[in-house]
């Protein structure tokens, strides 16, 4: 398969997507970055952590940009997020594999919540 037929794919997969597979797609993508950030961190490759936490916190925003704040939760899911990117900065100057552990905890209690509710539609 060529790459263009592949991103073409790629692009027709998330187009198709209900915004519960989306936001778990994102969820997935965050754990990755988070798991990438700390084999990063172990292997002092610093350039690649550095890279791995700048795309969490991208993802995190853009998490928090596309709340819907007519709902009570998203307040809620707002002061997380922005807790998530507070902690985020905060592993970017401490450098701490234990901040890496805690907040793919947070994250994946909060994906999974969202995949139950998703599988409850």
Known sequence: MNMDGYQQYKEQSIMTMTSGELLLL???ELMKRLKRAEIAL???NYELFEQSVNRSVEIV???K???DYS???SRELG???DFFIYELGRLQAGRKKETIQELQSLVKELKDAFAMAEKAV
Do not use: E, G, N
């Open 61 to 63: 925003r853009h998490l």
């Open 79 to 81: 002061s997380m997020y």
């Open 42 to 44: 172990d292997t002092k």
């Open 26 to 28: 994102l969820y997935d």
């Open 65 to 67: 940009d596309t709340l």
């Open 71 to 73: 709902y009570a939760i």
